[in-house]
């Protein structure tokens, strides 16, 4: 999935057909949906196994709402209708809990009521409760029947069947939220009027410091965007040279990649197949910054990472971002551990891409 996105995006800034651009459009959303899919069965596996962890550290309500936004702009604007995000005061600051899994929760039920309503408003409303922050997703579409109801939490369940023919999905997404709140000690709910609408909740019972209050977001934007951005996320840098990367990567189609988005975005790279190598490499001269891989032979990215800062070479403080397909707390934990500065899950794109090397080279400026 790394590379069937990866490529397509790449390939899709250098096409000047436009018919060329909508037909790969095509394949990154087909790509897009896949990858959701497979997100999804990882998820509801883990969940039933019992392995799902839950971290507890501070998360910012307003960034988890940004994120979720930002996200979903390209088909609000696409579809013409109206997303408003009401917070209440004191509701900005930041929470203990796991701040992925809310994303994940609130992105899962606000992008739900932004696929199924063709015309008027999704309204997302936070408000503070004595037992912690309640989310309020309401929208004007279609609204569910009482049969409908009955099953949504269901795995593997939708409305109907045409429900899969028309918008798509796998009824997976319902199931996961529930579990996810109910996970975190939450309630998730739904009330809906067939032919009037839906409102889905859930409750967290989460503790949080006060923070400055919000008002009210509203995006609505003429038909026409989802499209890849056009525009050049290249971090700036000094006119005199390009920072110098080492990439160490095993993967050969993962290689070819990486290595096509980072000279786009401006960047000298030198290749390390192995854990070897990349040690090796990193003892011989000094890089601006390290993208390490975290599986690979010889020597995985965790030793690597571990005898580059033990070693008294030219990068042995240099920022190291882990390039890996595990996105469980337990892996970014390990990163940590072994000396690894922050962590880009794959498949990755050219603007997440930039976006974690540019705060890398930031961080290294300081």
Request: proline content about 3%; hydrophobic content about 40%.
């Amino acid at each position: 999935m790394n590379a069937i996105l990866g490529f397509s995006e790449a390939l899709f800034h250098k096409l000047e057909s436009e018919q060329h651009r909508k037909m790969l459009q095509s394949v990154l959303r087909s790509g897009n949906i896949l990858l959701s899919l497979l997100n999804d069965i990882l998820d509801l596996s883990k969940i039933e196994a019992g392995r799902m962890d839950f971290e507890v550290a501070p998360f910012s309500m307003s960034s988890t709402l940004d994120a979720v936004t930002s996200l979903l702009t390209p088909r609000v604007k696409e579809k013409g209708i109206r997303l408003e995000v009401q917070v209440d005061e004191g509701l900005g600051g930041y929470y203990l809990g796991d701040g992925l899994r809310v994303r994940q929760v609130l992105l899962n039920l606000v992008g739900n009521a932004v696929k199924f309503t063709e015309n008027g408003t999704v309204t997302v409303h936070i408000s503070e409760t004595s037992k912690g922050p309640h989310f309020d997703v309401k929208d004007t579409g279609a609204g569910i029947s009482a049969d409908g109801l009955a099953r949504l939490f269901s795995s593997f369940s939708q409305v109907d069947a045409s429900t899969t023919r028309r918008f798509g999905g796998t009824g997976l997404g319902l199931a996961i939220s529930k579990k996810l709140v109910e996970g975190m000690g939450g309630a998730i709910g739904v009330d809906s009027i067939e032919g009037e609408g839906s409102r889905f909740w859930f409750d967290l019972p989460l503790q949080g410091t006060v923070g400055p209050s919000a008002g009210v977001v509203s995006l609505q934007e003429d038909a026409g965007a989802g499209q890849p951005s056009d525009e050049s996320t290249t971090p700036k840098k000094s006119e005199s040279a390009p920072a110098h990367i080492l990439l160490a990567e095993d993967h050969a189609v993962n290689q070819k990649l990486a290595m096509a988005l980072l000279a786009r975005l401006g960047y000298t790279v030198d290749l390390a197949e192995n854990g070897t190598a990349a040690v090796a490499a990193a003892a011989a001269q000094p890089y601006a910054l390290i993208l390490m891989d975290m599986q690979m032979p010889e020597m995985d990215g965790l030793e690597a990472t571990r005898q580059i800062r033990a070693q008294a070479g030219p990068n042995q403080s240099t920022y190291i971002i882990a390039l890996t397909a595990n996105a469980m707390q337990s892996d970014k934990d390990a990163c940590n551990a072994a000396g690894m500065n922050d962590f880009l899950s794959k498949p990755f794109n050219r603007e997440s891409l930039a976006q974690c090397i540019a705060k890398g080279l930031a961080h290294t400026e300081k």
